[in-house]
């Protein structure tokens, strides 16, 4: 099984954490405030998970998961991650983040960004266009004919061939949406980004399965704010 390293331990990075245990993979996890302060998140998940500063998350982890605010992606640990595939969960939300230029004009995307930052690292987008509590809710075993998939965009196929195993691990099928540069296909504000699993928008409270099939659809609606 895997050592899954969380850099950020919020609802995406605690929702990964339950289902990496439940799957039999250990966790190692991190957040900005220091390992005591996931002493009952730690505590609940068991044996097999362990809380430690970002550093210690990303020398550990054979898969590092990043998922903190887009407007501390450069605090990332670089040395520790060169080789490693890393999973990037962000989303920009520019209230929240501050402005990007790069974003705003669209001439990049939240993971091509990381990417720049992890030179050496193998980035993967995933997990940012799914609620977190749909996240739990909708795993399901291999095989299951209610089984969800998940969008993953990135520039090294060995390194989505490794998400892609986990994903399956954590109870989801994959839909590849191709290179980094096609990540924004399923970014905030697209028709990839939490809808194919939201059971009656605009509540986000029940969620409903969404096959490859329609997760590809979803996909291909996807429209650049300047032509929606």
Same mark, same amino acid.
């Given at each position: ?90 989303? /920009? ?37 799914? /609620? ?39 109870? /989801? ?19 990839? /980004? ?35």
């Amino acid at each position: 099984m895997t050592t899954l390293g969380l850099i950020g331990s919020g609802n995406i990075g605690g929702t990964l954490a339950r289902l990496a245990v439940a799957a039999g993979h250990d966790v190692v996890l991190s957040n900005s405030r220091g390992p005591e302060t996931l002493k009952d998140l730690v505590d609940e998940l068991g044996p097999n998970a362990r809380a430690a500063t970002a550093q210690e998350a990303a020398e550990a982890g054979e898969i590092v998961v990043v998922t903190i605010p887009l407007r501390v992606y450069r605090e990332v640990p670089v040395e520790p991650l060169a080789g490693k595939v890393v999973i990037d969960t962000n989303n /920009y939300y520019p209230e929240r983040d501050g402005r990007f230029p790069e974003l705003d004009d669209e001439s990049t995307t939240t993971s091509e960004l990381l990417q720049r930052h992890l030179p050496a690292a193998k980035v993967v987008k995933a997990f940012n266009n799914i /609620y977190f509590q749909h996240l739990l809710d909708l795993a399901r075993p291999a095989g299951a004919a209610d089984r969800s998939a998940l969008a993953i965009a990135g520039d090294d196929t060995g390194a989505k061939a490794a998400v892609t195993d986990l994903l399956d691990t954590l109870g /989801y099928d994959t839909v590849d949406a191709g290179p980094l540069a096609e990540g924004w296909r399923f970014q905030r504000d697209t028709a990839a /980004y939490g809808l194919p699993y939201l059971a009656a928008p605009p509540s986000w409270e029940a969620s409903k399965p969404a096959d490859a099939a329609t997760v590809r659809a979803a996909l291909a609606a996807a429209r650049r704010y300047a032509d929606a």
